[in-house]
């Protein structure tokens, strides 16, 4: 089991760049991770996925715009969102996904203004 824990959230201004980070307790060197977004009143999306093996897969409506990569020595991904819109307001969340299992982290709150 591993326990992730995101940071880097925050209010920033339409068109602003923000970087978030999730730190495994453990290695994710076999994890496919994930990056998920829960607007108000919404269900949780898929964002932005990455395989053990560094493929990437993104929501339509973030190509171009963000990047998730991962350091597996340091255990941790992170979620580079640039140009960033009001509709994009949310909690964030980890999620790490091996052998049929699935690990979500606590999310951190992305708040995006006018």
């Known amino acids: 089991q591993v326990q992730l824990v995101e940071s880097g959230g925050g209010l920033v201004q339409a068109g602003g760049s923000l970087r978030l980070s999730c730190a495994a307790s453990g290695s994710i060197f076999s994890y496919t991770m994930g990056w998920y977004r829960q607007a108000p009143g919404k269900l949780r999306d898929l964002v932005a996925a990455i395989t053990s093996g560094g493929s990437t897969n993104y929501a339509d409506s973030v190509k171009g715009r963000f990047t998730i990569s991962r350091d597996n020595a340091k255990n941790t991904v992170y979620l580079q969102m640039n140009s960033l819109k009001l509709e994009e307001t949310g909690v964030y969340y980890c999620?790490?996904?091996?052998w049929g299992l699935g690990y979500w982290g606590q999310g951190t709150q992305v708040t995006v203004s006018s």
């Open positions: 999620k790490g996904s091996a």
